[in-house]
């Protein structure tokens, strides 16, 4: 987490912004070195994926999209 001060914040609040937004940064603005408030992204709880996170730890079985038992399908059609 990054802080600044108010006129630093003042002077580059595009930019701080933009840091915020994009990269998921935190900065704390500070007011003669003490915290007076935190620039978060709005997004901040919900976390980016990451595509092929998962590649060899998951594996797919040959026959996952094969047709189901017919025993098996009359129980989910309500049939007995």
Known sequence: MRVVNIH????HLSRLVDEVANRGE???IAKA???MARLV????GKPRRVFGALAG???IA???DAPLP???MRGFEGGA
């Open 8 to 11: 630093e914040a003042k002077t």
């Open 26 to 28: 935190e900065v704390t």
């Open 33 to 35: 070195g003490k915290p």
């Open 41 to 44: 992204p709005i997004n901040s």
């Open 57 to 59: 730890h998951i594996r």
């Open 62 to 64: 040959d026959d996952f």
């Open 70 to 72: 017919e025993d098996l």
